[in-house]
């Protein structure tokens, strides 16, 4: 299930109690036409590349995403007017 605020941000449901966010970039240099460059909300950059794996990158990215619990996101979604 995928849910989109207007801020761009998107939620995915990964199991019943959480959710994780997977907004974990602050901003987004593409540095050629397979790599970027990612700002990361915790203030690491990494460069990503599509065709070459790299393992700190990828652990770098994984500590960025976000575990919310499922009820802090729908009191969100209802203050904001998104829930149905």
């Known amino acids: ?48 590349n599509d065709r070459d794996w790299n393992l700190d990158a990828a652990k770098a990215i994984y500590r960025n995403i976000v575990r919310v619990p499922r009820w802090a996101i729908a009191a969100c979604l209802r203050a904001a007017g998104l829930a149905g």
């Open 1 to 48: 299930m995928r849910a989109s605020s207007n801020k761009g941000k998107q939620i995915v449901v990964r199991d019943g109690r959480c959710y994780y966010l997977q907004r974990m970039a602050t901003e987004t240099t593409l540095l050629g036409a397979h790599s970027v460059r990612l700002d990361l909300l915790n203030g690491d950059t990494v460069t990503a």
